[in-house]
């Protein structure tokens, strides 16, 4: 099994992986978050461990066990996050976008249990930092993924976050479509990239997760290879 450890497409590489959703508290007993059962991020880590890789998982609170041979690390925020990404940077070949983070957060989670009042209520929210685009801007700059999950115009979208966000590769889900995505053990995508030899794409018709997440990993490894 070494062996076969040690000559995978990802052999010696270290891998930066988030997952799940991240909640932001609003008071002790609440909090806002999304959909995410952080399976597709969980299954890109085994996809990585198989490949060879060392593989670092920031998850967000889901109900999965990580793989063996992963190095959990647990967060609930965005912001918590951002830091735990921000400490793995360094030392990080590939980092994979994979985690559901909230875009805003409460301005102040109230220290104890909001009581109900009025009919008509108004939460105020903030912008969280974008985990992603963080790391995109540092140098060295892994070679980094990003997941773009949409209910309409998916290549449009998903060809902005690419180049807005400074990606190697994005994985494009059409969530309109609700028998894949979210809870589901099956998935679908678009994957596209941009590199010096030109963009490319490729069509990833609906497999379970395990399945399209060695294919995306093996396309990460065809075109870091192109790369270097
Ligand atoms: N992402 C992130 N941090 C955020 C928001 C998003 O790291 N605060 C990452 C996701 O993990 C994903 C990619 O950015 O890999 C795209 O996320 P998505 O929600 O589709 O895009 P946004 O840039 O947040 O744009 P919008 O939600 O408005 O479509
Ligand atoms: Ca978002």
């Known amino acids: 099994a070494a062996s076969l450890f040690e000559s995978g497409v990802l052999a010696g590489q270290r891998v930066v992986i988030t997952a799940g959703p991240t909640q932001e508290p609003l008071d002790p007993v609440r909090y806002i978050s999304n959909h995410s059962s952080g399976k597709m991020g969980y299954a890109l880590a085994r996809a990585a461990i198989e490949a060879g890789a060392h593989v670092d998982l920031v998850s967000g609170p889901v109900a999965l066990t990580a793989p063996d041979r992963v190095q959990l690390h647990r967060v609930t925020t965005a912001k918590e996050m951002l830091d735990a990404c921000m400490n793995l940077v360094n030392d990080c070949d590939i980092f994979i976008g994979c985690a559901a983070v909230a875009d805003y957060r409460p301005v102040t989670a109230a220290e104890q249990k909001i009581k109900k009042s009025e009919e008509e209520m108004s939460l105020q929210l903030v912008r969280n930092p974008d985990v992603l685009a963080q790391i995109t801007n ?60 030109g963009d490319g794409e490729l069509n990833i018709e609906q497999c379970s997760k395990d399945v399209l997440a060695s294919m995306v990993v093996a396309q990460i490894s065809a075109i870091q290879q192109r790369k270097r």
């Open 138 to 197: 540092c140098s060295p700059k892994p070679f980094s993924v990003g997941f773009a999950a949409e209910t309409e115009k998916l290549r449009e979208h998903a060809i902005g976050k690419l180049e807005r966000k400074n990606l190697d590769m994005i994985v494009a889900n059409d969530v309109s479509d609700s028998s894949i995505g979210f809870n589901s053990e099956n998935n679908a995508a678009l994957l596209l990239w941009q590199n010096a030899d």
